[in-house]
């Protein structure tokens, strides 16, 4: 099958624009896509950081090599790339060469920031102290406040994610599904900054997984391609099979989600507006209450510690 | 296990409140949302008549028997029964009868309106005509302009429908997945009427569809317990899967759905007005364009019985 765009042999076919693209058209049209969301996000003045969240997997790979190519154009702006260490033994270490190695390629600024420093808690150490909880509740807390603080210290003006179409229709959907709308008027990108809050960016809200996927395969972007072993026991892995079912009848389901969300957007921002903010009477972050979410979770895991020490000989 | 609030022994668990109830304080506790649904839906102000919108199945012989009976105590306000007749021949003559017994019963006024009266087309015919086509796609317009006239050439102010509430949340989320915006802002039920459209009345959206059941049942309400044979074929049978399958896991999601909803309609109704309607220029029906939804497909039919005339031999 030819390219629709030139005589080139297609190397994928997107269902939602019944496009059949060869490698150069299929990169060009997510690099166009990807491109006018970084400039519909952001308007440049000039001097601004931006710290890219990188786990060194495919979607923030990805987002890192982007924003270094739109912005290499503009010599006042500068890209970085913040690497967090949740501590999993058997999966973080990996990811973490990869971010290295690509960010020394891209000849960017690259920081590493271990759970330990922030929350002083590894997620081997709080899986071990709570078995049956689920480990994603406490990493996505711990991830979200350890990558804020490191940006914030860093000077960055925005911090970028590789959050793609799936994940940006997913939590849609999840929150729809919850009734929340506070949290759903509170989904980046973020264009009301609050004090304290590095504003998100999202590059490849737009670009479906696969496709983010199939373009670092293409671009030859190096990206580490594990799997947390504490991961699919959330919530989330629900949302994305009733997506991928949805999307599998009617092809462009996600980005019509993602559509019809930005057309509510405005709204949100009027009439939910963020939460006045303090400052967490434990580690000073922001906060809508008076102690944040990560200090809370890190005073249950002492209290589990404690009891624990406590009843050294107790078999369950 | 006895009644949570009495000794009787409970008939069901409430799976989203954690409640074991008995016959009579189930009944009660469905009663009690669809008498403030109905308050929360209409101010009475005296010499209203309401419609029901009556099909002979649980849905709107509850909703008929519920409204019947929570406005019995107003003198001044009257419900009357119209029953669509769609000529479905294995399946309709059977949802008539019942819905002329109940409305005999109660000793209601009812209107029995045949689709030949209003589309000149019966179900049957439109099948015969379009095999192809998902037969919900006529039938949900057809009936729904025929609702409409009926009730307002009955004199109705409003029309009952018995909507529950997985059939309302459905309607959310295969609207959020389509992403229009628009036809999420415009469904029922409706507090800002528009001229020609009699504005719908839901008094079952809070109850879910098992517990209009079991109700029903209880009550010894008769109700016509057959499935339309064309049905299932429309896409919201998707939308139902999904629902059951996270309400399963979550118990509450349809509530949480319809509630964050409701939080958004002030939105909607500022911010996604309503078209100006116009006069189908063929049925004088109102409709946001020149010719109503009915009348265009009543056109498309008639071509194709035209054609099938023309070509009497063809053997596909």
């Known amino acids: 099958m030819p390219c629709a765009r030139c005589n080139e042999p297609a190397v994928t076919l997107v269902r939602y624009s019944g496009q059949h693209l060869c490698a150069g058209h299929f990169c060009e049209f997510v690099e166009r ?10 308007e440049f003045r000039g001097g601004e950081r931006i710290a890219v969240g990188l786990s060194g997997g495919k979607d923030s790979s990805t987002t890192t090599v982007l924003l270094h190519e739109v912005l290499a154009p503009r010599r006042d702006v500068e890209v970085l790339a913040i690497t967090v260490d949740e501590g999993i033994a058997s999966y973080r270490p990996e990811g973490i060469r990869f971010a290295k190695a690509l960010c020394e390629g891209l000849g960017i600024e690259h920081h590493v920031v271990p759970y330990e420093e922030t929350v002083g808690w590894t997620m081997d150490e709080v899986v071990a102290a709570e078995p049956a909880a689920i480990p994603c509740s406490y990493c996505g807390v711990f991830r979200r406040t350890t990558l804020n603080r490191a940006a914030r210290e860093a000077g960055a003006d925005y911090v970028a994610t590789g959050l793609n179409l ?8 999840m929150n729809i599904a919850r009734g929340d709308v506070d949290k759903l008027a509170r989904l980046g990108p973020h264009d009301h900054p609050q004090p304290g809050l ?7 809200r737009t670009i479906p997984e696969k496709e983010v996927y199939l373009y670092a ?3 030859g972007i190096p990206f580490h391609d594990g799997t ?4 699919e026991r959330a919530q989330r892995g629900r949302f994305r099979e009733i997506l991928n079912r949805l999307e599998e009848d009617s092809p462009g389901t996600r980005h019509a989600i993602v559509a019809g969300y930005d057309r509510l957007r405005p709204l949100f ?7 006045e903010l303090n400052e967490c009477v434990a580690c000073g972050e922001p906060t809508a209450n008076l102690m944040c979410k990560a200090c809370e979770l890190q005073t249950r895991l002492g209290d589990r510690k404690a009891q624990a020490d406590r009843e050294p000989e107790t078999v369950h």
């Open 269 to 275: 921002a009027e009439r939910f507006p963020p939460p």
């Open 33 to 42: 896509r990807v491109k006018r969301e970084i400039h519909r996000q952001v």
């Open 228 to 231: 947390c072993p504490h991961s």
């Open 217 to 219: 395969m293409l671009r």
């Open 198 to 204: 590095v504003p998100r960016l999202q590059p490849l």
């Open 166 to 173: 799936d994940d940006t229709a997913q939590s849609i959907l």
